[in-house]
């Protein structure tokens, strides 16, 4: 099971960080990844961590605004998204690869 | 980059008759091919993976085949749960990395 926080409200140009908590297996076991999915529309793949190492990987299009990390004394990931603009209205997931099991997802919001 | 395309884009279907998706990749990828079914409101749910195999608990009613650059799911006997979103996805191995189709919609007729 993944638990991720609860839904933010920011400004634009603040940060958010949102954290995805594993149960039921060692966070270490697996890649863990992160989806957008802005209002309406279909699934963008963001990235991956192996929380394991920490070593990362970001598509293109996020890896100026984004950082995951992990913490596996307490199996939970965190993806941080800086600058945030409207754009980034979405709901995030966390889920462990390549799709086995996902988080509830996480709202975001950005207004002024 | 290898980009997948999802037909069509929406499937009107009545319940209890069958339906079939498409996902056709831009280049060869074997058969590392999955499936997702998203019911409003709720996040990605795996249905089928490497093509063929249903997940963990998934009804019989779905099957994925093909293989190369042209993919199919097929659902018998659509159930009230089974009217929502469909998306095909693309694993790279090395470097680690996945891609989604844009997706179809399944809808009442």
């Known amino acids: 099971q993944l638990v991720q926080s609860g839904a933010e409200v920011k400004k634009p140009g603040a940060t958010v960080k949102i954290s995805c908590t594993v149960s039921?297996?060692?966070?270490?076991?697996?890649?863990m990844f992160w989806v957008q999915q802005a209002p309406g529309k279909g699934l963008e793949w963001m990235g991956l961590i192996d929380p394991g190492d920490g070593d990362t990987i970001y598509a293109e299009k996020f890896q100026d605004r984004v950082t995951f990390t992990a913490d596996t004394s307490i199996d939970t990931i965190y993806m941080e998204v800086r600058s945030l603009r409207s754009e980034d209205t979405a709901i995030y997931y966390c889920?462990?690869?390549?799709?086995?099991?996902w988080g509830h997802g996480t709202l975001v919001t950005v207004s002024s | 980059e290898i980009v997948l395309t999802q037909s069509p884009a929406t499937l009107s279907v009545s319940p209890g008759e069958g339906a079939t998706l498409s996902c056709r990749a831009s280049?060869?990828?074997?058969?590392?091919l999955a499936w997702f079914r998203q019911k409003p409101g709720q996040a990605p749910r795996l249905l089928i993976y490497?093509?063929?195999n249903r997940a963990t608990g998934i009804p019989a009613r779905f099957t994925g085949s093909g293989s190369g650059t042209d993919f199919t799911l097929t659902i018998s006997s659509l159930e009230p749960e089974d009217f929502a979103v469909y998306y095909c996805q693309h694993r790279y191995n090395w470097p680690p990395a996945l891609t989604f189709g844009g997706g179809t919609k399944v809808e009442i007729k």
């Open positions: 490497d093509a063929s």
């Open positions: 889920a462990s690869w390549p799709g086995d099991y």
């Open positions: 280049q060869s990828i074997s058969t590392s």
């Open positions: 039921g297996y060692n966070s270490t076991e697996y890649y």
